[in-house]
């Protein structure tokens, strides 16, 4: 199915938690929203079930205007962030529950939830109480219960991101096999860039209740359209910096400043807000495009197999991120090389200018 | 033994010793009682416990406690649940006012309602039934229910309510099938204290009542006053009056804890 959302908004008490939003969701898609807490995917996600009205707007599914229509109605399913199940029941009996609603017979109930037990490994655990399970477990089973109905869409409220780190890989690794095939519009909710990167598909980026940017992961990835889409999008956050535009160079500070080159050859002269991501801030001279900057290192981080740095540039604290461990020291001054090819410039009113 | 002990046990003994004394009583003749001091009951005798079991005056008097005080906890509880989880699940103008006014239905004193009870019932011609007390007894129970129904529901997350929708369940099917089994242990606890409370009270129930629907208490202390003091047959009456709430106990003994933990009971 087609789900749209034709100019929604939400407004609750004198708060606005959704400014208006225009969103076209297809069939078959793994639709990612992507935002930091708060921004409002969860409001998103409501909207689009059904379980909260938007204040304005309407909500469009094939063509047909749904917004007054009930969840019940509306044959969706919906996995939440806390492992929901019902307490009272067996994992068979929690998985057949939206089949026993919908009247189907025993034996298909019996077949479906069997087959949708075996996809998450839960065969063993039938007959098990929610409370008997660890938290992949309860998880699975709540992952279970949405995909045995088969529903039109399928909607995942940052489902990982109570699970521990190994669990959450390996479901990661699943989910978009989960539902793929069906036809189904996927909309997975998170927090972590990462993630989003790891389940491509399509991400639309939310910030303070709007969607700022749209489009296939990897391509949003590349070419923000904005600067809060490429804050949004970047873990660890984007490097930002102030640059000014004259005679054919770019102006970090009154010692660093290179060359002008591809698109940022044809901007106007003027001030612009550069950002650049962590990963092409390397200690390493690489390339005839690199710039030498310098910092003071005042947090490091060894991940085994990454190193991250966080340095003092002036006024601004700058990230580099690169793989292979570096022994960098807390309170040493060093230099560092961004890679000019890699910058993004916006405009003073945040839009992408090169 | 270990010193801290020794509080507790001494604590414990003086909560027990009336009731060991009501019991001891009971196997005692009236004439033991009043001859002297024995810990023990020198001559057993069950004829107390022969004559309540024996006399319809008087097991009348607990088949009439137990028909209001389970017809009060049914009508308590059945109002009671849709308002807790109206209170938990949905805000509305005032609603927490109306939560607190609730609980201060529960510092009226019940001889203040007496007599408009009396008369009301009276003239409705409800007096004297089950029915009446049961009503009377909802003034501070449904305050109580509500109170203490609100803190289990609200444990329960809002997201267990949207998961049942999006299953398809309409909300009689998801608050009876979904709901109701999910809170299970908080309306055992409910329905003890619901028990409890109308078990105990003696005031209303005595006012609203005069053959029909005696309560047990009411009984006890008609026949102190006819008959002289039959102090035996009277601790007997007493030792099967506590053990309705001992065997209520037993049966939610482990949620009780759970209730106290939520700081409403």
Redesign the interface.
Known sequence: MTLELRNVTKRVGGETHIHETTLRLEPGEFNILLGPTNAGKTSLI?IM?G?ERPTTGQIVVDGTDVTGL???KRN???V?Q?F?N???MNVFDNIA??LR??GLPRDEIVRRVEEAADILQLRPMLKRRPDELSGGQQQRC?LA?AIV?ESKAVFLDEPLANLDYKLREELRDQLPDLFAGRGSVVVYATSEPTEALLLGGRTALVHEGRITQFGPTAEIYRAPTDLTSAQVFSDPPINIAQVVKAKGEIRLSDTVAWQATRAAAGLADGSYTLAIRPGHVSPEKGGANAVRISGEIRITELSGSESVAHFRMGESIWISQTSGAHPYRVGEIRDFFIDTTHCFYFTPDGKLAA | MRKRSIVPILYILFLLLPIYWLVAMSFKTTNEILGGFSLFPQVWTLENYRVIFTDPTWYWGYINSIAYVSLNTVISLVAALPAAYAFSRFSFLGDKHLFFWLLTNRMAPAAVFALPFFQLYSAVGLFDTYLAVALAHTLFNIPLAVWILEGFMSGV?R??D?????????FP?FFLR?FL??I?AGIGVTAFFLFMFSWVELLLAKTLTAVEAKPIAATMTKTASSAGYELGLLAAAGVLTIIPGAVVIYFVRNYIAKGFALGRV
């Open positions: 409501k079930s379980l009930s969840p019940q969706i399913a919906l939440h806390f929901v019902y307490p009272h529950s939206p609603v919908a709540a219960r109905k | 997350p997201e267990l949207e998961t049942a929708y999006v299953d398809g369940h309409s099917s979904i089994p999910t299970k």
